[in-house]
């Protein structure tokens, strides 16, 4: 029988619908509502299941609440578990339990998780578990090694649900069309791509030298009206930003462009207020580019991982000042990625 089918036989109030919920509140209060059962609705009537206690007081209930003693079939309520660790605490030896993450990312309904050496037998009982505790993912992924190469694409294996890597995500008051396998996409910066939405003016120029499928060029654009320039080399992560420009209707703000950001700015001659680098891994071989596009006054937003934030800071003014350039960073940490490793964004204002 599925789990859902199961049912209790046991005693119930039945009231008219009209005091239900005052009965609700009553017997909750008193102890007495089986909240493990779920109620039946039953017409005019509905049937309060009851814990097997606490006889005494019903006396009173019955005729406060103009109520009935009955017998009925109860079904028994569904609990999700809250987490994997606890959807798989009863299936999965405890040192494999301990090896799980306790987070992973939701992309659409797709869920991405990050998964450890070792767990590779369980790898659907993850999936299902996933699934179980949010019923609106359709799909697990799971993530073997890291992002790699030059269009930071992840190593996929499909852990549980149906058998895709294309879905639509929601942020910010976008739609992004995303396909996991052969673009790069993370919601985790989307509180960052507000930042610096907030930070471009309308009638500013912005360079977005690695747009990928658009989250920072879109929501720039959307949310401050400013014009985006967004360049991106993946051929596959170009047509979904092209697609995702038309979705949130910024086609007079934002301009794709399909090409190395070394190269593609200054073809088509694109002077900008304020260059989005979110390229962590290596942005110190696009610095010089960058400082090429830049007007008179201007913003330089260069993600990057480091160790320690004013270390970074004096390295990246260091830089920018050895290309002839006064600037001014200011570094922020969003998170760890591990212990001698942390995502950080420096923000550089720049005099040419
Ligand atoms: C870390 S991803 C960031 C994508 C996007 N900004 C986001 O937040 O989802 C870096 C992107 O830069 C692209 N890329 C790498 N080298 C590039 C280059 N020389 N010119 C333009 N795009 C490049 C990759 O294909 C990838 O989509």
């Known amino acids: 029988m599925h789990e859902r089918d199961r049912a209790r036989r046991g005693r119930g109030l039945s009231v008219p619908k009209k005091n239900a919920e005052k009965a609700i509140e009553f017997l909750k209060a008193s102890g007495l509502l089986d909240t493990a059962l779920a109620i039946i609705k039953d017409g005019e009537r509905v049937v309060l299941p009851l814990r097997s206690e606490g006889a005494k007081i019903l006396e009173t209930l019955l005729s406060i609440f103009e109520a009935d003693l009955v017998e009925a079939e109860f ?129 500013e120029t912005v360079a977005d030298m690695f747009a990928g499928v658009g989250p920072f060029s879109i929501t720039i654009a959307k949310h401050s009206g400013a014009k985006v320039y967004a360049a991106e080399l993946n051929p596959d992560a170009y047509s979904l930003l092209v697609k995702n420009i038309e979705l949130n209707k910024v086609r007079g703000l934002v301009r794709p462009l399909h090409g190395d950001c070394k190269t593609v700015f200054l073809q088509n001659q694109v002077r900008a207020d304020r260059v989005v680098m979110n390229y962590p891994s290596d942005p110190y071989s696009f610095l010089e580019s960058a400082t090429k596009i830049l007007k008179d006054e201007a913003t330089m937003h260069v993600y990057g991982f480091a160790e320690e934030a004013e270390a970074w800071r004096r390295d990246l003014e260091m830089r920018v000042s050895s290309l002839g350039l006064a600037c001014r960073a200011d570094v922020r940490v969003l998170r760890e990625v591990s212990p001698r490793r942390r995502l950080m964004v420096a923000d550089i204002a720049v005099c040419v």
């Open 75 to 203: 079904a028994e309520k569904q609990r999700r578990p809250r987490s994997i660790r606890e959807a798989l605490s009863t299936t999965l030896p405890q040192a494999i339990l301990e090896k799980l993450p306790s987070s992973y990312d939701i992309v659409g309904d797709i869920a991405l998780i990050h998964l450890p050496r070792g767990v590779e037998q369980y790898m659907s009982l993850i999936g299902e578990a996933i699934m179980r505790v949010n019923p609106s993912v359709k799909v697990v992924l799971g993530e073997a090694g890291v992002v790699e190469g030059v269009f930071r694409l992840r190593r996929l294996v499909h852990l549980a649900g149906q058998r895709r890597t294309t879905t639509t995500h929601r942020e910010n008051g976008c739609v992004f069309q995303v396909d996991l396998s052969k673009s790069y996409f993370s919601p985790r910066l989307s509180g960052e791509r507000m930042r610096i939405a907030a930070l471009a003016g309308r009638g």
